[in-house]
């Protein structure tokens, strides 16, 4: 079945780029997100890529897709304290299809 | 942020009684989800909503039902709870079924 793979840690310097990988099975991935979870809150949609894209950029992040390695990567340039959190990697396969989610990896900053 | 509100935000109970969570929005989104956080699991789909009293299953609605009486409305129960049920629970809404999903601020569940 379909299957979300990534890291479960990444620790990084403040002021340094954080790159969090993830590796999707699923080849018919239309859509792939990464969603944002804060110490007790919920998830937040931070961006999406489409599979017909290689690269899309927002401000600090960048989002990267390798469709052939079923790769996809989030680097936050500049990390900051407030980019502590949890991230999430998902796919679906479809635009109305079910959301599969990664078990998001826990970025912690050093100073 | 989206208008979701879920209540309560922390409970503990016992096993063996009903337990009802709530999860309400203000956006008029058609599509409603419940999702458990587990650690190890990651999100898991429980149920999900597509209109009013239109539910379907997701991937571990064993010992959950849900209802949807109201656009605005979507209830979660556990109509005997127990301690595998022990979790964070998240309702989230979308306008497009599935796609970019709002989440609202989790309930916390113990069951001793």
Same mark, same amino acid.
């Given at each position: 079945g379909e299957d979300v793979e990534q890291s479960l840690f990444l620790s990084v310097r403040e002021g340094d780029s954080s790159v969090i990988n993830c590796t999707y099975t =699923?080849? @018919? @991935?239309?859509y792939l997100y990464w969603y944002k979870q804060e110490p007790g809150a919920g998830l937040q949609l931070l961006t999406y890529i489409f599979s017909n894209m290689d690269m899309k950029q927002d401000q600090r992040l960048t989002v990267l897709l390798n469709k052939k390695d079923k790769h996809l990567s989030l680097r936050i340039a500049d990390?900051?304290?407030? =980019?502590s959190a949890i991230y999430f990697c998902a796919e679906s396969a479809h635009r109305d299809d079910k959301i599969i989610f990664g078990k998001g990896t826990r970025l912690h900053i050093l100073p | 942020d989206a208008g979701i509100t879920q209540s309560p935000r922390h409970k503990v109970t016992e096993t063996g009684t009903p337990v009802t969570l709530r999860c309400h929005q203000t956006e008029n989104h058609r599509y409603m989800y419940w999702y458990r956080q587990d650690p190890g699991h990651g999100l898991r789909l429980i149920h999900y909503s597509y209109g009013v009293k239109d539910t379907d299953k997701g991937e571990v609605s064993d010992g959950y039902s849900v209802s949807r009486s109201k656009t605005e409305d979507f209830l979660l129960t556990l109509e005997s709870a127990t301690s595998s049920q022990t979790s964070v629970y998240f309702c989230a809404i979308s306008d497009i079924r599935y796609n970019e999903q709002f989440f609202g601020p989790g309930t916390r569940l113990t069951v001793l």
């Open positions: =699923d080849s @018919s @991935s239309t990390t900051q304290t407030g =980019d | -």
